[in-house]
Structures are given as C-alpha cells and as structure tokens.
C-alpha cells in the first residue's frame, strides 16, 4: 500500500476545523483533523509532510513519526504539531481499515467498553469563528436549541446542572472567571468579581448537592497569586479539578500552584509532544493530564504520554472541545487507556454541528460514550461536506512532488 494523494479540507463556516484526507493506491483514506491555526497547519502538511510521506506505505507509522513534524516545532503545540497530529490520525485510521479492527482494538484492545462523559459547559457556537481564546468567542447572541449551555452556566447554572443529571451526565466543566480575568490582565481579581465568580457552583451544589462533580477552567488566563486564590477559594465546592489555572509556559508555576491548594490541578491539553509531558509529571504535583489529540502528536503520541503518565500514577483525560474527528478518536483511546476514566465532550456541538459534517459518531448513552466496530476511526465526513460552496479542498498527489 502506498500513500498517493493527501488532501485537506476547510469550510468557510467553520474557520477554525482542518480536515486532512490522506489517499492510498487501495482505495483506502484516512480520515484526520486538527483545530485553530488551520491555514498555517495546512501549509505544513503540504510543504512537508506530503512530499516526505507520498509513495510510502501509511501503515509503517512509528517509522514516519520524525519525519511528521520537521527540523523545527518539536516544541509546544504549533503549526508543525498540529499538522503531525493530524497526518497521524489519518495513518491510524487507515491501518485500522486494512485490517478490518476499530481503532481501539487495533491498539491492543479494551480496557473498558464505555467511558463516563462530562460535558463541557459551551453553546452550539463556542469558537466556530474567532481563532483567538476568550469571552469574544463565547457566542452568547447566537441561540441555536436547548442546550446553549455556556449562556446557561453564567446565568443559570443550577438548571444546566439538573439537565445534565436527566441525561445520566454527571460531570461539567464551566469558566465563569474568564471576565474578571480580561478585565485586568490576569492580574488581580476583585473580592466582588471573585464573589460573581463562584455564584455558579453554589448554585450547582445547592440544587444537586455532590451528584455533580464540578470542574473549573481557568484558560491560563491568571497569574499565579491570583490563580492560587481562586482555586483555594474553590476549595469548598470540592471541584474534581482546576484546569489551566496559569499560561502553559513555565512549568514551575504550575507545581506552585498545585501545593499551594487543596484544589486538585489539571493541565496539558496545550502543550506539545512527550518531552512537554514529562516536565509537567516532573512537578510530582498534578492530579490530571489532559492532552488533545490534534494537538499533542496525534495517536502515536498520546498513548505513549498515557502510558508514562501511569508510572507516576497519575490519571489521564483527552481534550474534545474542537471538532467530530477529534472526539471520536478520543473515546477510542479512552476505551483502550487503563488510566483514563473520563471523556470531555459538548453536548451542544454533539448534537448540533458534529452531526452537520460527520457521521460515525461515538454513541452516548446514560452519560457515558462508547464507539461502534466499524474499521479504524469510524467517522467519516459527510458527502455533502465536500459539495459545499464554502469548502476549500487543497491537494498535493504524486506529480507535485
């Protein structure tokens, strides 16, 4: 088998979703997909990876993983790495189908045949259209159906709370300090803005009590005093973690934030390749790792950050608040990773626009997701994805190069 085409697709209506198909002379393509950054990622994946990766086969993936990223950006999650990642998903999916296994059972099977889900709290048009972080690309004027839950969290978040707990959903995960974050900087939060800041989990412990385990995202918006008096002052709400409470870019900070609190902390879902991983499980402080698959390296990747994650005993979490391909491949690794016990997922994405371009979606069900038999992946994009008017389609074949 040889890789013959590789094509990446965007939509116009979805800015920040890359799709990369990669062809073979069997008539097999993977499907892979990246977020944020999608022309610079797209500009890689031609400038580089194609000319290295057409006309060898794609199932030799451990072979092709230097060759993925380059000379440089092996360093945080660049345009480099979020390329790779991609390429990699799509390799992963095509070995998956020439030998008729769903992934996770491609990767040495499961460990489990569900995984809890926990919805993270955003609406239907959470960064469809902005590529930057922050309450600009919140979509709170863009109202779609029932669960605009980002809208729900800041104004309601107890009745969010109850609507998850009906769908056997017992985990959220809401970010009602990212205003007074913007308001100065990250560098100080006033008593008031700290008070609106916890109005949500009481809120939520006052309707359901401990039924629902509570996480906080900071975004790594904070300093690292005021992410320490946040997160100690969510203490009483017994979070089951505190995400990003400071910027991803010094890893000492992070430990000092850990001890300082007895608020569990998690991070990594911005970082890159293993290196970055190991510093942060270096700290002997975190109580979670998360890592995106389309950000981190892709499969290849994250199950071996998975695996030096459990011999320091510490738990793992894969990120999806970006796009169908990214969820799905997560569950995978999920269902197959001993120390991973829960799934991110938005149920208003979900059940809105995943829908509209994939189909092939993991099934949720009583509040835990679980994956079908079908060969690799299992989730295709929509025939009619590749028929829009707002679709870009770029490819480099082997007369390109």
């Given at each position: 088998m040889k890789v013959t085409d590789i094509e990446t697709v965007r939509l116009d209506s979805f800015p920040n979703i890359l799709w990369v198909r990669v062809h073979t002379d069997e008539g097999i393509v993977g499907l892979g997909e990246t977020f944020y950054g999608t022309q610079a990622a797209e500009g890689h994946i031609h400038?580089?990876?194609?000319?290295?990766?057409?006309?060898?086969?794609?199932?030799n993936i451990e072979r092709h993983q230097a060759h993925l990223t380059g000379y440089l950006g092996f360093g945080g999650s660049g345009a480099e790495v979020r390329g790779r990642s991609?390429?990699?998903?799509a390799l992963w999916d095509i070995l998956g189908k020439s030998v008729g296994l769903p992934l996770c059972d491609l990767l040495g099977g499961r460990v489990r045949d569900s995984v809890k889900a926990y919805n993270t709290c955003a609406g239907y048009s959470y960064v469809q259209t902005r590529p930057t972080q922050g309450t600009a690309n919140f979509g709170l004027d863009a109202k779609r159906g029932q669960?605009?839950?980002?809208?729900g969290f800041l104004t309601r978040a107890d009745a969010v709370a109850e609507s998850l707990l009906e769908m056997g959903i017992t985990a959220m995960k809401i970010w009602p300090f990212d205003y007074a974050a913007e308001k100065s900087g990250g560098q100080f939060i006033s008593s008031?803005?700290?008070?609106?800041?916890?109005?949500?989990f009481e809120r939520i412990r006052k309707a359901v009590g401990d039924r629902m385990d509570i996480m906080?995202?900071?975004?790594?918006?904070w300093n690292r005093p005021m992410a320490t008096r946040i997160a100690r002052e969510l203490e009483q709400f017994k979070p089951l973690w505190v995400e990003d409470p400071v910027m991803m870019d010094h890893m000492g900070s992070i430990g000092e934030v850990a001890r300082s609190t007895r608020s569990p902390i998690a991070v990594g879902e911005t970082r890159g390749l293993m290196a970055d991983y190991r510093y942060l499980l270096e700290l002997n402080a975190l109580s979670l790792l998360i890592m995106d698959m389309s950000w981190c390296g892709g499969v290849s990747e994250a199950?071996?950050?998975?695996?030096?994650?459990?011999?320091?005993?510490?738990p793992v979490a894969f990120h999806d608040c970006s796009g169908p391909v990214v969820l799905t491949v997560s569950t995978h690794l999920a269902l197959h990773t001993q120390n991973c016990f829960v799934q991110e997922m938005v149920r208003a994405f979900y059940y809105g626009w995943y829908g509209e371009v994939v189909e092939g979606l993991p099934t949720l069900e009583n509040g835990r997701l679980s994956v079908s038999d079908a060969p690799g992946t299992g989730v295709e994009l929509r025939a009619d994805v590749l028929k829009r008017t707002d679709c870009r389609r770029r490819s480099t074949a082997q007369a390109d190069v």
């Amino acid at each position: 088998m040889k890789v013959t085409d590789i094509e990446t697709v965007r939509l116009d209506s979805f800015p920040n979703i890359l799709w990369v198909r990669v062809h073979t002379d069997e008539g097999i393509v993977g499907l892979g997909e990246t977020f944020y950054g999608t022309q610079a990622a797209e500009g890689h994946i031609h400038q580089t990876v194609a000319p290295y990766l057409i006309g060898k086969d794609p199932r030799n993936i451990e072979r092709h993983q230097a060759h993925l990223t380059g000379y440089l950006g092996f360093g945080g999650s660049g345009a480099e790495v979020r390329g790779r990642s991609a390429i990699d998903i799509a390799l992963w999916d095509i070995l998956g189908k020439s030998v008729g296994l769903p992934l996770c059972d491609l990767l040495g099977g499961r460990v489990r045949d569900s995984v809890k889900a926990y919805n993270t709290c955003a609406g239907y048009s959470y960064v469809q259209t902005r590529p930057t972080q922050g309450t600009a690309n919140f979509g709170l004027d863009a109202k779609r159906g029932q669960y605009e839950d980002l809208q729900g969290f800041l104004t309601r978040a107890d009745a969010v709370a109850e609507s998850l707990l009906e769908m056997g959903i017992t985990a959220m995960k809401i970010w009602p300090f990212d205003y007074a974050a913007e308001k100065s900087g990250g560098q100080f939060i006033s008593s008031e803005d700290l008070k609106k800041g916890l109005e949500p989990f009481e809120r939520i412990r006052k309707a359901v009590g401990d039924r629902m385990d509570i996480m906080a995202e900071l975004h790594s918006l904070w300093n690292r005093p005021m992410a320490t008096r946040i997160a100690r002052e969510l203490e009483q709400f017994k979070p089951l973690w505190v995400e990003d409470p400071v910027m991803m870019d010094h890893m000492g900070s992070i430990g000092e934030v850990a001890r300082s609190t007895r608020s569990p902390i998690a991070v990594g879902e911005t970082r890159g390749l293993m290196a970055d991983y190991r510093y942060l499980l270096e700290l002997n402080a975190l109580s979670l790792l998360i890592m995106d698959m389309s950000w981190c390296g892709g499969v290849s990747e994250a199950r071996k950050i998975a695996g030096m994650a459990s011999t320091y005993h510490t738990p793992v979490a894969f990120h999806d608040c970006s796009g169908p391909v990214v969820l799905t491949v997560s569950t995978h690794l999920a269902l197959h990773t001993q120390n991973c016990f829960v799934q991110e997922m938005v149920r208003a994405f979900y059940y809105g626009w995943y829908g509209e371009v994939v189909e092939g979606l993991p099934t949720l069900e009583n509040g835990r997701l679980s994956v079908s038999d079908a060969p690799g992946t299992g989730v295709e994009l929509r025939a009619d994805v590749l028929k829009r008017t707002d679709c870009r389609r770029r490819s480099t074949a082997q007369a390109d190069v």
